[in-house]
């Protein structure tokens, strides 16, 4: 009776690593990236005369504190920097 071995099926890492990084470099450079745009807000003009007082209406105003515990403060209530968007 013949004996037949069987040999451990191996696989050639080196080129697996260059696939990885040639993968790496395609994805890197075919994505785009959003950068943020910010706020969006329409600022009053400049005022140049003595009396710059406008009419603004309360429901467009927010008031933004910090206290002397330096603590945020968003309509007299005391917010985390975290929960701030």
Known sequence: ?????????????????????????FFLVTTTISADKGILRQLPSICESG??????AERNLLRVRVNEQQQIMIEDRVVKLTEIK
């Not at 009776?1 to 990084?21: E, P, Q, W």
């Open 1 to 25: 009776m013949k004996s037949f071995r069987r040999h451990a099926a191996s696989v050639n890492a080196g080129s697996m690593a260059d696939i990885a990084f040639l993968l790496l470099i």
């Open 51 to 56: 009396d710059c007082v406008a009419d603004i």
